[in-house]
């Protein structure tokens, strides 16, 4: 990491109306990292990459249960971790791209519980990958593990349980906007349906 006064070198010299690739040229640094301290010229917040709270001895430290259910519900429908380099893991999210509202909402339910995290969208063919990177993925959500999720036994901790309790229309609402649909779920009464209309809503 570079610091403050290297960073505002830099910018000097981009100030003097030299172009970033003879920037980049002169001092090494990428164009990309000469673009981003234009905007930002500190370090990122020193929190970054701090302990998660599943890491810590306060087993209730979800700063926002509501989010993470419905997170937990788009992960366990269509997402995955994998294992990246210095035990990084990224979590990954396939969302359609018919359904731009929903990669929105998605793309926030990451950023909230990984605030210092930052959360990209990968284009494929007919959807996005809504992507971020954390050493604490597997901490949040310990059903990550090798293979398929179909294939292997999927159980939430009593933590995961007690969130899910309290909000469990954001799990459902997870689900269903990840890997579900409403025409397969059997609600027969008024009443019923009118609940899922309120808390869960069209796919987007």
């Known amino acids: 990491m570079y610091d403050v006064d290297t960073r505002t070198r830099v910018i000097a010299l981009v100030a003097q109306g030299r172009s970033l690739n003879s920037v980049s040229k002169q001092t090494g640094i990428s164009r990309a990292a000469i673009r ?15 302990p998660c709270p599943r890491c810590t001895e306060e087993p209730t430290a979800i700063d926002n249960p509501s989010s993470y259910a419905y997170l937990l519900g788009l992960y366990l429908g269509d997402g995955c971790i994998s294992a990246a380099k210095r035990g990084v893991y990224s979590m990954r999210i396939a969302c359609a791209d018919a359904w731009p509202d929903l990669i929105d ?70 689900l269903i906007h990840s890997d579900g649909c409403r025409i397969t779920i059997s609600v027969a009464r008024r009443a019923s349906v009118a609940l899922m209309d309120a808390h869960v809503g069209p796919k987007y």
Do not use: M
């Open 36 to 50: 981003s301290w234009q905007t930002r010229l500190e370090p990122l917040d020193t929190n970054r990459g701090k």
């Open 105 to 174: 909402a998605c793309a926030e339910a990451i950023q909230i519980a990984r605030p210092h995290n930052k959360v990209c969208r990968v284009a494929s063919v007919g959807c996005q990958y809504v992507t971020s990177f954390s050493k604490h993925w597997p901490c949040l959500f310990p059903q990550h593990g090798p293979g398929k999720k179909h294939n292997r036994r999927i159980a939430l901790e009593p933590w995961q349980q007690q969130i899910v309790a309290a909000h469990p229309w954001e799990f459902i609402r997870g």
